[in-house]
Structures are given as structure tokens and as C-alpha cells.
């Protein structure tokens, strides 16, 4: 049978797929139907009754947005019956609404304002007293003005059937309808702003931008988010040099159109007062605001001095993962060619290189999954319990596949399941969901390669590689996993045997184990743990890691890291240069003399005692940054970098999908792209004679240093998981060493567990200049789960004192329920926690060098208030 | 003694009549239900409803038989019946009677329904004000479930029916099918798009019949008297006795089972006892609020389906509203409109905007500040309400204006000319919204 349907829509034969609306073919045959409830992102709803279209044999206008195609039909889409239908919906509908287009933020792009003038009649009919509504708000950053709205509910539906959120729901009946949240309550949501931007009218607004522009002034880019590894298109919209608003295309980019908060209403960071906008060098301990050609000049001049007195291996550069692939590669390039350094690092060292270095070690290649195959999986097994949380697209997407794909989630977390607020939680939405101890990931992914192992592994698993699983695991009885784990040997062998016989099934893993101890080598056995489910290498499986960074993949594959050239190119051992902390140690040590951070605050992500200590003992300290932190305070040079919405290039997400971003607004002040200055100082260390650097010919665009940073992949780019996928099998077979430990119980000892993590609102501390953002939330809270409050007697709000066994730091923070939270946990979000992190034990991956010190036992007590 | 000879009405008129599982099957209650699942087929029974001509009672008038054969046969999940209860017509009260009085004829009626459709779940969408017929209903239903005449395997058949009464929340919208499907699916009552109807993807997107309580409650009899014997009361297309609730200026207002097809004379003059005070007739409401008023020239239209249809209005829900010759017209249309507006779920746009716009007109006018053309518009706004709505709502919303302005268009222009209502010249009323 024919999926094809001819139909005629005002007397033009057009031919659609099957399951077309009639709204869809008239727009394809050249007819745009006036519609406001209608939106190709949700299901028919069919209330606003504007797309009504005559259709032969039917004896009523039908709705066409609800209305499917059929083989023969024949639609008339203006005919005068239409026509007048259509007159009479645009006059119900502005029979009530206000005439305050001059100072609406949606005028100029309003659908009411637009069919209207299409529609309307010149007069209206309408001679009664308006109904009118208080002005309200949906919390702090949206504005609802009910007397804008036309109740065409894609606000609730985009809720309901896109975030999965529903927070937001009807009210009250007839002319009083309004759309709100629950009972009137403050709206408590994911505030992913899809409610403002799918609102064909004024109704919903942002708070954040009000009245800051009219629409028609916005200049409009289209670039990527820089504040996770999703990798969602947005666009900036600026009016002059300032960035606006942010928008997204439906359907448009990694995402389709759906952002989170961090990305909708993040942008003010970039604008911010406190940004560094010039060059600034400290001569004679005097801070001087300097010329970038002198500050060039003390660059150049200090790594040269370095170099002379102590050789090459004195200078150490660290580059943010969130800087672009041109950059990175450049600044590798300048570290190792321009200064002859192997010491080179990136923030992907704080957690993605375990993952990128161990799939690379056992598949040849990190690119193993994308968002395709997540919702073609049939199962997904995700150690990522709070992905809505530190990756919330690729979290939708995830949801997205449980509720329009069927597809199973078997969820491994130390969480509960409960939802709490309406902010998505994906334990609650899994079909089975693993509650695990804080910490013990890794005994989990031992339970289930045991219960893989002893039930259906995949025949196509390399012997010798089953083989040595085999032994490893033996010896360890699920009663010393479930110690460790509090998971029985039934629930690892039901999800293991779940996963092992889906037709396709991909692992999700995040920061938890990323970051979790010895996180390399648990990404080696959760590898070894899709080979012997047989799902890696067919669509709909594999593993995808979550990166928090918007470049961490890319940081990698341009060789940002010591343990790879450009193009994942593995280095020898001994040809390695030192990790991060290596370089603070070495510097420490007096060993390195010379260190050019780049967006990096070792202060902040590093034991601060530590790097305050190794600091000290450089000659020369280079900070290339967007603000001022802790460490350009210490900085010898400090040059002002543009932030992704000042400059062109090219992110990588943790799907390995490289996507352009681009320049939006001039960078601010003197600031100035950091591939540019980059290539200024390649050119500069090449010569000595004093040229202005404007007179250097360097890099003519991003464009040209991508094509070098491609040709310097011997391999070819990007490397995908092809025919070579075997052969890499085979050879970790070969050498793989698969060690597995009995895992340690787990003891309580009445010591809360001390998670550290993201916050949904946060990313890093960019975010933290963002006003949206600060207005969600501004400070560090510590989660608790009441029934642990209600035992110590702790209300919300209430200040607690959180002290580390070994440690005589206290510090002293208020308390938030979550009732997500397993009982003798705590969870503190890491963008204002500062503190926090000086108190907690801090160890390093034995392969990778990864810091971890996200977690430790902590002591919590009232803090009592002497009378 | 009635004229006529009692079916829905018979057991509740015999003195003493309780309504207990106990009474009920004294009078042979649940002879049908046994003797169904002893001895017909699923299909035996749906042909036997068809061949009675029975029509649903709720308002459309749907054949009940029609209907439940549009349940898919060969599906393989759950399959439901809903009994809508929600008996919030103004002017209708005859289910609330067979509640109260009689909820073992209903219950054996809905048992019947459920084997033959192969539904194992039911629910009884009762109106949330009907405190007395919920509760009427739960003992009911608990005396039946502990008799095992609902629960496994009734009567040894192997047949599982389980039943559960769900209350309302007080909107008049949730009488609509659709929209009581969302309610008892927990979610706000407002009526879905169809296609797909409940037949296909009903209650919790399975297939579903939804019939009214009368409409249940005829089936045991057409069981045990068969489909010719149901067939030959009433005329035409219209069979069987319906329970007509009269209300307004008679003498006595009330519930009355009579074959359908009598005319609205004897009705009105005869059963109900004719005119209170014996004052002239102005008009009618023939089949509950949304039904198009009527005059006395069609006193001797008889009250079957086609009939009242042909005369331009509708049978409806068997609410008969007499009104004498001091009505004022236009402030009955206001307060049927004043209950549309109240009623209005608000989910789409003409239903929403122009129900609050047409009863400020109705306002206005009946306040004496009627202006020229208000009756043009108010026309116009109907015609822009009607049909094009997402359920019936719509239609019945503009039947009570549109009929009053075609009938007394005079009354109307009187008010506007003489800035008053002729019947209470100092009307005030509040806003509207």
C-alpha cells in the first residue's frame, strides 16, 4: 500500500506522505493556513478554531490542523464560507484583547498581530466591556498577561508533551480561562523558557528582557551553547552590541529547537560589567591596563625567558574546554611547536578524558553514539541521575524516547525516585529504576557484567576478552556487590538480562562516574560491559558520555590534552607532558617555571592550599580569561578573551558532532577572540625582531586554522566507529588487563554522604553573572531529605554546620529539602561551593590524573544559637 | 393509575418499594442478567438491542445498538463502559429519579452492556451534586458485588464485570463524552477532537462505550420482553417509553414515562395537569436547555426524535420547560445563557469569547440599554458559534437565543424601543464575566 495521498487543496494537486494534517499539505501546496494552537511540535489540539477549512462531503468546517490527509479530498482554504469563519475567530479572539501592541515585547512577530492584519476586519463588532486580568507572574522570570492571552495552550502542551514537565495546567472555565501554574503556586519548573518562545502572542513574556527592545531592531545569530556537551543551536538576538534575548528554531540544531535555562536565559554573562575588556600586566607590583602589543611583548618575552634559563619543559599551558576547536589546536600548536613544551592540558582533564581515552583505548574512536541513537535504542541504561541536571537536552531526548519511542529506562543512581517540584527527574521516569549507594557505580557495573556474564552474553564477545572478564569477576559474590551497593543479585541480573536482550541498547554515563574514583578504569569495564551485551556498533547502542563542557570532546581531538596529538593521535608514555595538577606540582617543585592558563582557575578546580603554594614559586604566570578570578589576581599578564558569542569557530559535543559557532557581537572593549591571539604569539615566538603585531601575518580566519588542525589528523576527521571497530577489539583483547576488586561495603556510621554536583540553573561560574540564571538561584544551599532534617530537627532554610572528619574547616549553609535524595545524603551544587570543596578528600585517577573531590563523609549539625 | 403502563417507572411506583437488591429481585430483577449469560451471545444481544430500536436517552438519541457495535471485536486490551450520570441539563432530572429509586435496574442494565461489548470495567460518571444517588449507588453496588451479580464470574459464566461509581466536580461540560472521559481519567473535563471517538480510543485510549443511565436501564426489560415487544411502543423511529422531566408553570411539574410519540398537548395539558393558573402558553423548551424553545402551534408535534426535529428543535434530554404568558423572553434567554457562560469549559475560541459576548448583549438589553442592531449581532455571533466549536456545546449554547429571536422577535425590538423590559422594568444585574 502507498504511504502517498493525492489530494487538492484549492484546486492544486498535491501528493503528501500519509498522516499529513491538511494545515501541513496547504502549506506545502502554497497555502498558509492562519493558526495559533496549531505547532509542529505538538499534537493537534484544535482549540483555537482559526485553521477551519472547507473540506467536500464534509457538512461542517473542519479544523485542518487536526484533520489528516485522505486519498481524493478536496479542501478549500479561502473560500468565503472560510473566509467568514475565519473573520469571525479573529473577532472573538480581539473582542477581549487589550490594545497595548506599542509596549507588548511580542509586537512585530505576534501571529495575532500578523492574522489580524491578514484576517481582521478594519472595525470590530465588539461593543461590550473588556474582560480584563491582573497582571502575574510565573515566578521571577516570566511575565503572564493573561489579557494578551488567546488559550491556545501550546504553553501547557509544550509543558506536558515536549519538557514532560507539566507545570503548567488551565484554570478556571469559559472567558475566564487561564493558563497558570498548579493552584496558583509559584511556578517551580525546569524553566526552559519553551512556554514564552511557543507562545504565538504576548502572553508569556520574559521578565528578563522586558521592554529592552522592539523586536524589529534584534539582529539575529545563529550559534551553539557554550554552557554544556549538548551542543543546542541558539540564537543570540542583539541590538547593537548587546546580547537581547536568546531564541531557538524549531526543529533546528542538535536540539530541534528545545533549550534548557542555562541556555535561554544564561545570556547575560557575556554582557557583564566585571568582564575583562583590556590587557593588563603587573610591572613592579603595579597593576598596569596596557596595550595589547605591550602585552604581547611581556608574553612573548617571559615564556622566552623561561625557556632560555630552564628549557622548554619550564612552560605549561592549561586551555578551557569551552574554548573552540581552532583555539585549543592553536594553543596546543603554540605549546608545542612555538615553545617546545609537552605540557599541555585542557578542562576535559576534569573528568571527560576518562571517557574519551578509555572508549578510545577499547573502540579506536569516543564517537560511538548520537541523540539518533538514543531514541532508535530500545533500552537505555543511564548512570546519570541527574542528566536533566548537568546535560538537560540530552535528558529530553531521553524522555523523549520513553514517551514516543517506547523505549525502556533502566536508571542506576543514588537517588530516589521520587519527583519532586516539576523539574524532571529520570529515575522517576524509569521503567526500573537501580537505587545504588553513594559512590558505589562502579560495584554496580561489576553487578551487572556479573549478571550479564551468567546469563546471555553476547556470542560475538572476543573470547579472550570473555575470558578474562570472566576471571576477574569470579570470586566476587553478588552478596559483596549488594554490601557495597544495596542492590540484590535479582535486580542486577532483571536489568542486566533487560539490557543484554534488547534488540538495541546504549549506555548513558555521567559525571558520577567521570568523575567518580578511578574513573577511567570504570569506563574501561562499562566498555567491556557493552561488548558482552553485544550493544556497541549497530545504530540504537553504544555509549554515549555526558561532557559538561561544551568542548571537552573537541579539547581532546585537538590535541589538548598531553596524552594526544591532534586527531586522538596516542602518545607514548614517555613522550607524555604533565597533566594539570602535574604542572602545579612541578611548579611547585620549582620545575616549571612558566604557566599560561587560558579560562582556567586552578584556585577554584584544584586543592586551593595546593596551587596557591605552587603559584607563588612562578616566574611568570599568563591569564587569558573572561573575568577576574582568584588566579588573575596572582597573574603576571593578564589578556581578555572573547566569550562563544564574540567570536567565530567550532564546538564539539559529546556526541563528537563539530558545529559552528559564530560572532554575534564585536568582543567587548579591547578583549579579543583567543584564536587570534594565539596566532599573534605563534607568529611573535617565531621572530625577534619588534614587528607590531598587527604587522604579523597570522591566520587569515577560524576557517583556515580548522582546515590546518584537519590536515594534522593523520587519520582523517572525524573518526568514526567503522570496520575499524573490530580490529581495535581484537587488539584490547589482546592486551587488555580486566582487574575487578571485591568492592568494599558499605557502612553507614550515622556520617551524612556529601555529594557535590550541577545545579540545572548553573554551569561552572559563567553562569553565576547571568541575572536569569542568579535569580533562580544565587547561592550554595546544602540538599537534605526532610526525614533526615525532621530526626536533627533542622528547618528549610535553617543554617546547618558542615564539618569533614580530619578536618577542623566548618562552614555554615542553609538547608533545602529534597525528598530525591536518599536518606544520609547531601547534595551541594559546586558553583558557589567553594568552601565545600577545600573540606573534601581529594584523590587523582591512577591513569588519567583526573582530580576527584566531589564526595566525602561529612558531619552536619544545627547551628545552635546561643542565648 | 397512569395512562400509560410503566416500564422504568413500574417498581418504584409500587408502594413500599425500596429499591434493595432485595425488592428488586423480587420483581424479577436480575433474570435478565442471568439469562443472558446463560443462554445469548455477546452479538445475539447487540442484535436484539438493534432490532428494538432503542435510542440513547441522554440527548442525541444515538441507537444504542449502533453504537456498541463500533467497538473493535477482535481487540486485545481493556474495553470500558462508562454510564454517564452526569445529569446536569437544566431541566432534566428523570436519572437522578432512576438512581435514587431504582439503581438495580440501571446496575443489571449496565452488566448486560458490559458482557455484550466485552467490557470488564465500568465506571458511573455520577454529577457531583447527586450526593444522595452516589450513595444510593455504592450500597447498590455493594449489595450486588457481595450476591457475586458484579465481580467474577457471574453466574458462573466465566463474565467478569467490575463497576465503580466516579463522582463529578460540578461541571456541566463533563457531561459531554469526551470531556467525562478526561475526568475520570483525572485530567481537567474539556472534550476531546474526534476522530478518534471513544468506540475506537476511548477511556484511557481503549475502546469505550458511553451510555446513559436511562438508556441502561431500559435493557433488562428489552431482554426479558424482547426487541418486538420494545419495538412496538412509540412511533417510528422512536421506540420504547421515555421519562419525560416537565417542569415551569404546570400544574404538575414532575417525571413522566410515557410511549414515545405523545404530543406535547397531552403532555402538557393531560399528564402534567395542564397550565399553572391555568394562563395562556408562551413557549416550550421541549427536550432540556439546549433545545430550541418552541410555541403552542406545535402543541400537537408528537415527542419523538424525528417529529421535534423536523419542527426546528431537538428532543434532547427529555427536559420539557413550560413557560406561561408573563415570561419575559429575552430574560429566559439570558438565564440559559447565563448558565452556557458558567458551563463553558473555555477550551475553544467561539464557545469561549462568544459565550460572555452574547449574554452582555442579552444583559444589556434586558437592563433597557438595548442598542440598534443588537439583535443583527447577536444573530451574527451565533451563526459564528454554531458548528464551529470542538464539541455540541456550541450549538447548544445559540438553540436557546437563535430559537427565541425567530420566535419572538418582537419582544426583543420592544426592549431596545422602550429601554426596558416590558416584565421587570427595574432589572438590574451585575457583570458580566
Redesign the interface.
Known amino acids: 500500500m502507498s504511504s502517498r495521498i493525492t489530494l487538492k487543496i484549492n484546486d492544486q494537486e498535491v501528493t503528501v506522505e500519509k498522516g499529513t494534517r491538511v494545515i501541513e499539505a496547504a502549506k506545502l501546496a502554497g497555502a498558509e493556513i492562519a493558526h495559533f494552537c496549531y505547532h509542529p511540535k505538538l499534537k493537534?489540539?484544535?482549540?483555537?478554531?482559526?485553521c477551519?477549512v472547507e473540506i467536500e462531503k464534509m457538512p461542517?468546517?473542519q479544523?485542518s490542523c487536526?484533520t489528516e490527509v485522505s486519498e481524493g479530498m478536496v479542501v478549500q482554504t479561502a473560500s468565503e464560507k472560510v473566509l467568514d469563519?475565519q473573520k469571525?475567530?479573529m473577532?472573538?479572539?480581539l473582542?477581549?484583547h487589550p490594545l497595548d501592541c506599542p509596549e507588548c515585547d511580542q509586537g512585530g512577530e505576534c501571529q495575532l498581530q500578523d492574522f489580524a492584519h491578514q484576517y481582521g476586519a478594519m472595525t470590530s463588532?465588539?461593543?461590550?466591556?473588556k474582560?480584563t486580568f491582573e497582571k502575574t507572574y510565573f515566578g521571577p522570570l516570566i511575565e503572564k498577561e493573561m489579557n494578551r492571552c488567546?488559550?491556545c495552550l501550546r504553553c501547557v502542551r509544550y509543558c506536558d508533551e515536549v519538557i514532560g514537565s507539566n507545570a503548567l495546567?488551565?484554570m478556571?472555565?469559559?472567558?475566564?480561562?487561564e493558563v497558570g501554574a498548579f493552584a496558583q503556586q509559584e511556578l517551580d519548573c525546569e524553566f526552559c523558557g519553551g512556554c514564552i518562545q511557543i507562545c504565538p502572542v504576548g502572553a508569556l513574556t520574559s521578565r528578563v528582557s522586558m521592554f529592552d527592545y522592539r523586536t524589529w531592531q534584534l539582529k539575529k545569530t545563529e550559534t551553539v551553547c557554550n554552557y554544556c556537551g549538548d551542543g543546542c543551536t541558539l540564537t543570540l538576538e542583539t541590538v547593537d552590541e548587546d546580547i537581547k534575548r536568546v531564541s531557538s528554531e524549531t526543529g533546528v540544531g542538535r536540539n530541534g529547537g528545545d533549550l534548557c535555562a542555562r541556555g535561554f536565559f544564561g545570556y547575560g554573562a557575556v554582557n557583564h560589567e566585571s568582564r575583562l575588556t583590556r590587557p593588563r600586566i603587573r610591572l613592579n607590583n603595579n597593576d598596569l591596563e596596557v596595550t595589547w602589543e605591550w602585552a604581547y611583548q611581556t608574553v612573548t618575552d617571559g615564556l622566552k625567558a623561561a625557556i632560555q634559563t630552564h628549557g622548554p619543559k619550564a612552560v605549561g599551558g592549561i586551555i578551557s574546554a569551552q574554548c573552540t576547536n581552532e583555539e585549543i589546536y592553536l594553543f596546543q600548536k603554540l605549546m608545542r611547536e612555538s615553545v617546545g613544551t609537552p605540557h599541555i592540558d585542557s578542562g576535559a582533564r576534569f573528568g571527560y578524558i576518562n571517557a574519551i581515552a578509555a572508549l578510545t583505548d577499547v573502540f579506536g574512536t569516543a564517537r560511538l553514539s548520537r541523540y539518533e541513537d538514543i531514541s532508535e535504542a530500545d533500552c537505555l541504561l543511564v548512570f546519570a541521575g541527574d542528566m536533566t541536571e548537568t546535560n538537560p537536552i540530552t535528558a529530553l531526548k531521553v524522555k523523549d524516547a520513553i514517551r514516543n519511542h517506547k523505549t525502556k529506562l533502566f536508571t542506576v543512581a543514588p537517588y530516589h525516585r521520587k519527583r519532586e517540584t516539576y523539574i524532571s527527574h529520570l529515575p522517576h521516569l524509569a521503567t526500573q529504576h537501580t537505587e545504588i549507594s553513594m559512590g558505589s557505580e562502579n560495584a554496580a557495573i561489576l553487578g551487572f557484567t556479573k549478571a550479564i556474564l551468567e546469563g546471555t552474553p553476547s556470542p560475538h564477545t572476543p573470547s579472550d576478552l570473555f575470558e578474562k572478564i570472566k576471571f576477574a569477576v569470579n570470586g566476587i559474590s553478588f552478596d559483596q556487590i549488594e554490601s557495597a551497593t544495596g542492590v540484590s543479585e535479582q535486580a542486577f541480573k532483571d536489568i542486566g538480562a533487560g539490557f543484554a536482550n534488547a534488540e538495541r541498547g546504549l549506555i548513558i554515563v555521567g559525571r558520577s562516574i567521570l568523575r567518580g574514583i578511578e574513573g577511567y578504569q570504570s569506563m574501561l569495564r562499562l566498555a567491556e560491559l557493552s561488548i558482552l551485551s553485544g550493544q556497541v556498533g549497530r545504530p540504537g547502542t553504544g555509549i554515549l558520555a555526558l561532557a559538561k563542557e561544551s568542548n571537552a570532546f573537541g579539547a581532546v581531538e585537538m590535541g589538548g590534552t598531553p596524552e594526544f596529538l591532534p586527531g586522538f593521535q596516542s602518545l607514548k608514555k614517555e613522550e607524555r607532558g604533565y597533566t594539570a595538577l602535574e604542572m602545579i606540582d612541578a611548579a611547585a617543585r620549582g620545575e616549571i617555571k612558566a604557566l599560561y592558563l587560558v579560562g582556567e582557575n586552578p584556585l577554584r578546580s584544584l586543592p586551593q592550599k595546593r596551587v596557591a603554594e605552587a603559584l607563588k614559586q612562578l616566574d611568570f604566570l599568563i591569564c587569558q580569561d573572561l573575568y577576574p578570578t582568584e588566579t588573575t589576581a596572582l597573574a603576571h599578564v593578564v589578556l581578555p578573551g572573547a566569550s562563544y558569542a564574540e567570536k567565530s569557530g567550532r564546538f564539539t559535543n559529546h556526541e563528537g558532532e563539530t558545529q559552528k559557532i559564530r560572532e554575534a557581537i564585536d568582543p567587548l572593549g579591547n578583549a579579543k577572540p583567543d584564536w587570534q591571539i594565539f596566532s599573534t604569539l605563534i607568529n611573535k615566538m617565531k621572530t625577534t625582531e619588534k614587528v607590531p603585531y598587527q604587522k604579523l601575518l597570522g591566520y587569515a580566519s577560524v576557517d583556515a586554522v580548522w582546515k590546518e588542525a584537519v590536515m594534522a589528523m593523520p587519520q582523517g576527521w572525524p573518526v568514526l566507529l567503522g570496520s575499524k571497530m573490530q580490529e581495535s577489539l581484537a587488539a584490547y583483547a589482546a592486551r587488555a588487563n580486566v582487574t575487578w576488586l571485591a568492592p568494599e561495603p558499605f557502612v553507614k556510621n550515622g556520617a551524612f554522604d556529601l555529594q557535590v554536583g550541577q545545579s540545572l540553573f548553573h554551569s561552572g561560574k559563567m553562569s553565576t553573572y547571568a541575572t536569569g540564571l542568579t535569580t533562580l538561584q544565587d547561592k550554595m544551599m546544602v540538599l537534605m531529605h526532610p526525614e533526615d532534617a525532621e530526626r536533627l530537627e533542622i528547618e528549610e532554610e535553617e543554617l546547618v554546620q558542615i564539618s569533614v572528619e580530619g578536618s577542623d574547616a566548618v562552614i555554615e549553609l542553609p538547608v533545602k529539602y529534597s525528598k530525591k535524595l536518599s536518606e544520609g545524603t547531601l547534595f551541594i551544587s559546586e558553583h558557589f561551593a567553594l568552601e565545600i570543596k577545600k573540606m573534601l578528600p581529594f584523590t587523582t585517577d591512577s591513569t588519567t590524573g583526573v582530580p576527584y573531590g566531589d564526595r566525602g563523609r561529612v558531619s552536619l549539625a544545627k547551628v545552635r544559637v546561643s542565648t | 393509575m397512569p395512562k400509560y403502563e410503566l416500564v422504568l417507572l413500574k417498581n418504584m411506583a409500587q408502594p413500599g418499594y425500596t429499591g434493595s437488591l432485595e425488592a428488586y429481585r423480587q420483581a424479577g430483577g436480575y433474570a435478565a442478567l442471568e439469562k443472558v449469560l446463560k443462554e445469548r451471545t455477546p452479538a445475539d444481544i447487540i442484535e436484539e438491542v438493534k432490532k428494538s430500536g432503542l435510542r440513547g436517552r441522554g440527548g442525541a438519541g444515538f441507537p444504542t445498538g449502533l453504537k456498541w457495535s463500533f467497538i473493535p471485536k477482535d481487540h486485545k486490551g481493556l474495553k470500558y463502559l462508562c454510564c454517564n450520570a452526569d445529569e446536569s441539563e437544566p431541566g432534566t432530572y428523570k436519572d437522578r429519579q432512576l438512581i435514587e429509586r431504582d439503581p438495580h435496574q440501571m446496575l443489571e442494565g449496565l452488566a448486560i452492556c458490559c458482557y455484550a461489548i466485552g467490557a470488564e470495567r465500568a465506571y458511573i460518571y455520577i454529577r457531583g451534586e447527586f450526593d444522595l444517588g452516589a450513595e444510593v449507588l455504592e450500597n447498590a453496588i455493594q449489595e450486588a458485588y457481595r450476591a457475586n451479580l458484579f465481580g467474577k464470574d457471574l453466574f458462573g459464566s466465566g463474565v467478569n464485570v467490575d463497576v465503580s461509581v466516579h463522582r463529578g466536580a460540578g461541571a456541566y461540560i463533563c457531561g459531554e463524552e469526551t470531556a467525562l472521559l478526561e475526568s475520570i481519567e483525572g485530567k481537567r473535563g474539556k472534550p476531546r477532537i474526534k476522530p478518534p471517538f471513544p468506540a475506537i480510543h476511548g477511556l484511557y485510549q481503549e475502546p469505550t462505550v458511553i451510555n446513559n443511565v436511562e438508556t441502561l436501564a431500559n435493557l433488562p426489560h428489552i431482554i426479558n420482553r424482547g426487541a418486538e415487544w420494545f419495538a412496538s411502543i412509540g412511533i417510528g423511529k422512536s421506540t420504547g417509553t421515555r421519562v419525560f422531566s416537565v417542569s415551569g408553570h404546570v400544574k404538575r411539574p414532575g417525571n413522566y414515562e410515557v410511549p414515545m410519540g405523545v404530543t406535547l398537548r397531552e403532555m402538557i395539558y393531560d399528564i402534567a395537569g395542564g397550565m399553572r393558573g391555568d394562563k395562556p402558553l408562551k413557549a416550550f423548551i421541549p427536550g432540556g436547555a439546549s433545545a430550541p424553545m418552541m410555541k403552542p402551534e406545535h402543541l400537537d408535534i408528537p415527542l419523538d426524535f424525528e417529529s421535534i426535529k423536523e419542527a426546528g428543535s431537538m428532543l434532547g434530554s427529555g427536559g420539557i420547560t413550560v413557560m406561561e404568558e408573563e415570561t419575559c423572553i429575552v430574560w429566559a434567554a439570558m438565564n440559559l445563557m447565563e448558565f452556557f457562560h458558567h458551563e463553558s469549559c473555555g477550551q475553544c475560541t467561539p464557545c469561549r469569547e462568544g459565550s460572555g459576548w452574547v449574554l452582555q448583549i442579552l444583559h444589556r438589553i434586558e437592563q433597557g440599554h438595548g442598542r440598534e442592531g443588537d439583535i443583527e449581532q447577536l444573530e451574527n455571533l451565533c451563526r459564528r458559534i454554531e458548528g464551529k466549536t470542538v464539541c455540541a456545546f456550541g450549538e447548544a449554547e445559540v438553540g436557546p437565543i437563535l430559537s427565541s429571536i425567530k420566535h419572538f422577535r418582537a419582544e426583543y425590538e420592544q426592549h431596545i424601543r422602550e429601554k426596558c423590559c416590558p416584565f421587570h422594568p427595574n432589572a438590574t444585574l451585575s457583570m458580566v464575566h
Open positions: 493537534p489540539d484544535a482549540n483555537c478554531r482559526m477551519l461542517k468546517l479544523t487536526s469563519a469571525g475567530v473577532a472573538f479572539l473582542g477581549n463588532p465588539f461593543g461590550e466591556t474582560r488567546v488559550s495546567g488551565s478556571n472555565r469559559g472567558s475566564m480561562h
